[in-house]
């Protein structure tokens, strides 16, 4: 009996062990950056055919019809969100409460798509699924009023923008924070950004210590790269502060091509690139004073002469 009781107590702890690891690695992520656990849940779910539908492509499989329907398997519990558009790598310190502020605005805005992972029992492969919201009509674009009419009632509704076979080369996203989640301290969150300068495909970023403190690679090519002379290394964490240098002369090169009407957009998971810190506003406006008070003080200290 006592014997029993023993191997009993060992069973017993070895699954706690595994119990506490499994919700530590699901608290490495925000909940509300991972598809089970998101508002958005039920409206992805609404378009679950049209996600099978280009997975089924994606495998080569007939996508036509359901009659394959339980080949198919959605795996819900490993999609997540990666935030477009807003750029968060703005300072040599990124506070915490400065990536909620912008995610917050982000999620107003519609600017993050998901990756759904979706797997095929039959061929063994397994596809990453981009699904994203509909944008909203465009005034400055001319439409005809029947295309007005079409794109008003689908702005806001998910589609599939992608579907992708998952390799040993590019793995699902969810991996790559699995990764790294046993090397990021105690505490720590992970997000996923797009349109980053020096980093236009998604990249991991390590939240510690009330401020982003690293960045780490999701298998994609990086143009930070080209910058530093160093392939970023899957599974490795790299100190943001030390890359900020770069990242900023990437950041105005890409703002001085911008404003020579040059394209900064390589093709990737994520949306249009848009400048759209709040930050670099606030600069700009400050820089626009500056000038004007310069100006006026010029022009009363000309007047100022002629008396």
């Known amino acids: 009996m006592k014997r029993f009781l023993k191997y009993f107590g060992g069973l017993l702890i070895v699954g706690l062990l595994f119990i ?19 508002r958005d849940l039920e409206e992805v779910k609404a378009i679950e055919y049209t996600i099978i539908s280009e997975a089924k492509k994606a495998c080569t499989i007939n996508a036509i019809g359901t009659s394959n329907a339980e080949d198919i398997i959605i795996d819900y519990d490993n999609a997540v969100r990666v935030y477009t558009d807003y750029r968060f790598f703005t300072g040599e310190e990124v506070s915490e409460q400065y990536v909620e502020q912008i995610t917050g605005k982000c999620i107003e ?24 919201r509909q944008p909203k009509l465009n005034s400055s674009v001319n439409f005809s009023e029947e295309e007005k009419k079409i794109i008003s009632e689908k702005a806001g509704k998910y589609t ?33 950004f797009g349109t980053q300068p020096g980093f236009f495909q998604p990249v991991g970023a390590v939240i510690s210590d009330g401020k982003i403190s690293g960045i780490f690679s999701l298998g994609y090519y990086y143009s930070i790269q080209e910058h530093i002379n160093e392939k970023f290394s899957i599974g490795k964490i790299y100190d943001y ?53 310069l100006l006026i003080m010029t022009i009363i200290k000309l007047k100022s002469k002629r008396r």
Request: proline share 4%; aromatic share 6%; hydrophobic share 45%.
């Open 20 to 38: 506490g690891k499994t919700r530590a690695s699901a608290a490495v992520m925000y909940d509300e950056d991972i598809l089970s656990k998101s």
């Open 109 to 132: 805005s519609w600017s993050y798509v998901w990756q759904v992972p979706v797997s095929s029992r039959s061929t063994g492969k397994v596809v990453g699924v981009v699904v994203a």
């Open 160 to 192: 599939a923008t992608d579907a992708a076979v998952i390799t040993d080369e590019r793995k699902l996203l969810m991996s790559y924070v699995k990764d790294i989640e046993a090397s990021i301290p105690e505490g720590s969150k992970v997000r996923l």
């Open 241 to 293: 502060a030390t890359l900020y240098p770069t990242i900023a002369d990437i950041t105005a090169n890409n703002i001085e091509a911008a404003m020579n009407g040059l394209s900064t957009q390589p093709a990737g998971i994520e949306v249009v690139y848009k400048e759209s810190s709040p930050l670099l506003w606030i600069v700009l406006s400050l820089l626009a004073l500056v000038i004007i008070v």
